[in-house]
């Protein structure tokens, strides 16, 4: 398995990470079975970067990791993430948390539900606009004083707010979206990353599964499927995308390739601190997407991607105004 450092004097993990969110959340129906198949066959592959986080579920995905990895913890680099505040009452409504009580309080149920004696990478999933990054750093930093976390990381963070947290402590890891249809990440934050020796977690480099090709109408999901109401996948916005990532299609179908694999390549190729995070929960994927390793992008399909997939060509916001709300802080 190829590797790749995080950040200039990072940990080395594996060029590709599995995402396990999808395994307990928000698309539709869950196989802790296959999941956990899915999950051992990620580990005998090589990939070792495994991420998870308290809120999806919520907590039932850290549970299923943490039965996934009870009997090889040495060759897992364990992340997961807290912040990301569910009410039990309302399952669309969310807050933020990031006070230092809090941030204790939520490791030892990570800890816990993962059945570790430590994480390796523990990320603030949203920055709390209501508590100064330099305290719920600070209170991050305690942790890996004490032996229960390894590294930090930070999520969706803005440019400034990295550089505020990497004044307290060393940030490992920037987590942000980053795809073909997803390209924010090159407004300053990629450079900024760059500038203070931070690795860079691209999550969702498959725009969620829609530059697969396989959804093909909003009716493929499933009736739970959050991506129903993501704008992206609505109405006019929805067919718009369709008729770019077709063009994906034509070009993965002249290379001899899937379009999972052309996509996450080009991810891969934006720079060896990029480590892309795919998501999924069935073995075939994981298979289809290992292979993008093996894929070696020219610089003219580069070219041919970048125009078919300009910043901003995509149609829609990545989230809906409240998710959209707290990135970026």
Known sequence: MQQRQLGRDGPLVSALGLGCMGMSAFYGHRDDRESIATLHAALDAGVNLID?????????????????????????????????????????????????????????????????????????HRIDPAVPIDDTVGAMADL?????????????AAPDTLRRAQAVHPIAALQM???????????????????LGIGFVAYSPLGRGFLS??????????????????????????????????QVHDLAREKGVSASQLALAWVLARGED???L???KRR?????N?????????????????????????????????????VGR
């Not at 850290?62 to 009997?71: F, N, P, S, T, Y």
């Not at 249809?181 to 934050?189: F, L, P, S």
């Not at 493929?220 to 704008?231: I, K, M, V």
């Not at 070219?303 to 959209?324: N, T, V």
Request: net charge negative.
């Open 284 to 288: 075939h994927y994981l298979n289809d």
């Open 52 to 124: 998870t986080a308290d809120m999806y579920g919520p907590h039932t995905n850290e549970e299923l990791v943490g039965r996934a990895i009870a009997d090889r913890r040495d060759r897992v680099f364990l992340a997961t993430k807290f912040g990301v505040v569910l009410d039990p009452s309302d399952p669309h409504a969310r807050g933020v948390d990031g006070r230092p009580e809090y941030v204790r309080r939520a490791v030892e149920g990570s800890l816990r539900r993962l059945g570790v004696d430590h994480i390796d990478l523990y990320y603030q």
């Open 278 to 280: 795919f998501g999924t």
């Open 290 to 326: 290992l292979g993008a390793l093996d894929v070696a992008l020219s610089a003219d399909e580069v070219a041919r991607l970048d125009a078919i997939f300009p910043p901003h060509a995509a149609a829609g916001e990545r989230y809906g105004a409240e998710g959209m709300a707290s």
């Open 144 to 156: 890996v004083r004490e032996g229960k976390v390894r590294y930090l990381g930070l999520s969706e």
């Open 213 to 246: 090709g396989a959804i093909r109408s909003p009716e493929d999901f499933e009736a739970d499927d959050y991506r129903r109401h993501n704008p992206r996948f609505q109405g006019d916005n929805f067919h718009r995308n369709l008729e770019l990532v077709d």
């Open 177 to 195: 979206e980053y795809s073909l249809w997803t390209r924010d990440a090159e407004e300053g934050h990629l450079a900024t990353c760059r500038e």
């Open 274 to 276: 990029v480590v892309p």
